[in-house]
């Protein structure tokens, strides 16, 4: 059993940055692999990075690298997403989410979600 409670999001314009954190409870973190997905209203749920549970392998959406980074540290039971160079398409919920196997990108194979947090980008 893994608790997730994402925050950071809020209201900024097209080149601002945000760091998003998801804290985590219950069982060891360290033990799990960590996604960040997100969905803006009447679309599907979109991928957006994962980290392996050593935190030495990353991966991410196409529409997100080079601008956003995503770590973790297991000492403090949080998983960060750096957000850089923000865009209006950026604009969504974005949703912690804990695997107990290897990082994936598939949002069906997480065990795991947190409630959300809403970020919006202005131009």
């Known amino acids: 059993q893994v608790q997730l409670v994402e925050s950071g999001g809020g209201l900024v314009q097209a080149g601002d940055s945000l760091r998003l954190s998801c804290a985590a409870s219950?069982?060891?973190?360290?033990?799990?692999?960590m996604g960040w997905f997100r969905q803006a209203p009447g679309q599907e749920r979109e991928f957006v990075a994962a980290?392996?549970?050593?935190?030495?392998?990353?991966y991410y959406a196409d529409s997100v690298k080079g601008r956003f980074t995503i770590s973790r540290d297991n000492a403090k039971n949080t998983v960060y997403l750096q957000m850089n160079s923000l865009k209006p398409e950026d604009t969504a919920v974005y949703y912690c989410a804990a695997r107990r196997l290897p990082l994936s990108s598939v949002s069906n194979e997480y065990d795991y979600w947190g409630q959300g947090t809403q970020v919006t980008v202005s131009s």
């Open positions: 219950g069982r060891t973190f360290s033990s799990y692999s």
């Open positions: 980290i392996s549970w050593s935190g030495t392998m990353t």
